[in-house]
């Protein structure tokens, strides 16, 4: 999953947005000093991803990729469902989407001297992209694809990945709204058990 949908499943928590925002920005063991929360967030972001991975909708859309997207085709689902889940956020979220954005970028910005500068220079590109909210758009969905393609070391089709995700929305949306509750209650419980000192 990407930016938005981990601030959200990260709960209602600021340390485990926070954390949950870390995720990619944080590699090998989690560091020791960080607030618990901050620390569970993390830890919440590699559980996501690892289930994401293991999916059998996720596992079965991967498919549907031909070369040379396929190889791709993990970033290619994480970006569009969050654009799947920007469009329909009122579904998911008590808060609406420009609000929760907003959140996430305060967020960001207070706690600036925490992150890590990977992570100070891409809350910067959120905040004038206007991220997370911004995803509804699928314009800058390409345009997201695009940057993620040059910080990729090698040659890669993302800055034309656009419409060969637009042909596939239907396809994607349909996988999402199987995928994604299923999503949320793994989340859910992983936050309880967390809380509870059982993980």
């Given at each position: 999953m990407n930016h938005l949908a981990h601030a959200l499943l990260a709960g209602s928590d600021p340390d485990w947005i926070l954390g949950g925002l870390l995720g990619d920005f944080v590699h090998g063991p989690v560091p020791t000093n960080l607030r618990e929360g901050v620390g569970h967030g993390i830890r919440l972001h590699r559980a996501i991803d690892v289930y994401t991975d293991a999916h059998p909708v996720v596992v079965a859309l991967r498919g549907r990729f031909v070369p040379p997207f396929r190889r791709y085709a993990g970033i290619l689902i994480d970006v569009w469902f969050d654009h799947v889940l920007a469009?329909?956020?009122?579904r998911?979220?008590?808060a609406p989407l420009?609000?929760?954005s907003d959140l996430v970028n305060d967020l960001l910005r207070r706690h600036r001297d925490e992150l890590p500068p990977n992570l100070q220079r891409f809350a910067?590109?959120?905040r004038r992209a206007g991220l997370p909210a911004a995803y509804a758009d699928s314009a800058v969905v390409g345009r997201a694809l695009a940057g993620v393609g040059t910080r990729l070391s090698r040659a890669n089709p993302l800055a034309q990945a656009l419409p060969v995700l637009q042909a596939l929305d239907a396809e994607l949306r349909a996988g999402f709204d199987v995928f994604f509750p299923d999503l949320v209650a793994f989340a859910d419980r992983w936050r309880s058990d967390?809380?509870?000192g059982r993980r």
């Open positions: 469009r329909d956020f009122a998911w979220s008590d420009d609000v929760f910067d590109y959120m967390a809380i509870a």
